[in-house]
Nanobody, 121 residues
Framework: QVQLVESGGGLVQAGGSLRLSCAAS????????MGWFRQAPGKEREFVAT????????YYVDSVKGRFTISRDHAKNTVYLQMNSLKPEDTAVYYC??????????????WGQGTQVTVSS
């Protein structure tokens, strides 16, 4: 079974930066669009950013545009989320997933453990 592992979270002050990583074991990510998602306490999981299979196209939710950058390194089979100018509203558990079935729904149950991002005022 494929395992997705998110890392790089932590506790930072508002205005700080973090870089999250998403790596997979047992399956290559190179043929799939990838997405980052987050879930805050009491809220549903929400979309944050996505990158096409070849890295040519990216999309971000409005609340993170200009602050977050998604990228990928096929040689390392890893996807990144660079987060700058962090705000307390960014506090959440961050997850990655792949568009395994090419539907754009990210509905396959291959979520990792997530990585906690906490931004203090």
């Amino acid at each position: 079974q494929v395992q997705l592992v998110e890392s790089g979270g932590g506790l930072v002050q508002a205005g700080g930066s973090l870089r999250l990583s998403c790596a997979a074991s047992g399956r290559t990510l190179s043929s799939y669009a990838m997405g980052w998602f987050r879930q805050a306490p009491g809220k549903e999981r929400e979309f944050v950013a996505t990158i096409s299979w070849n890295g040519d196209t990216t999309y971000y939710v409005d609340s993170v545009k200009g602050r977050f950058t998604i990228s990928r390194d096929h040689a390392k089979n890893t996807v990144y989320l660079q987060m700058n100018s962090l705000k307390p509203e960014d506090t959440a558990v961050y997850y990655c997933n792949a568009d395994w079935d090419y539907t754009g729904t990210y509905s396959t149950d291959y979520w990792g453990q997530g990585t906690q991002v906490t931004v203090s005022s």
